[in-house]
Nanobody, 118 residues
Framework: QVQLVESGGGLVQAGGSLRLSCTAS??????????IGWYRQAPGKQRELVAT???????NYDDSVKGRFTISRDNAKNTGRLQMNSLKPEDTAVYYC??????????WGQGTQVTVSS
């Protein structure tokens, strides 16, 4: 059974930084073959894509986080990370990691709260 454990959320002042981590276990394939995604959901809003990184290391970001957030992966540790700098109050949300296998199966983490105070 695939399990994704997220960590690193918390409360930070505007302009501050946080680093989220997502560690996978119980996966079928080598972690380096998975696409990793970070999503977020603010109260009253739909879940939205923040960033992705594919097996080759290519990244994609929502325009709202470009230049501030960096997605990365450590395949040796089955871990994906999201470095968030210059945080803004509008970044406040529950952040979820997601992995997609080479055959299309998608699994989600439990979510971690990020709160940015003004």
């Amino acid at each position: 059974q695939v399990q994704l454990v997220e960590s690193g959320g918390g409360l930070v002042q505007a302009g501050g930084s946080l680093r989220l981590s997502c560690t996978a276990s119980g996966i079928t394939f080598n972690f380096n073959t998975y696409v990793i995604g970070w999503y977020r959901q603010a109260p009253g809003k739909q879940r939205e894509l923040v960033a992705t990184i594919n097996s080759g290391g290519s990244t994609n970001y929502d325009d709202s986080v470009k230049g501030r957030f960096t997605i990365s992966r450590d395949n040796a540790k089955n871990t994906g990370r999201l470095q968030m700098n210059s945080l803004k109050p509008e970044d406040t949300a529950v952040y979820y990691c997601n992995i997609k296998s080479p055959f299309g199966r998608t699994d989600w983490g439990q979510g971690t709260q990020v709160t940015v105070s003004s």
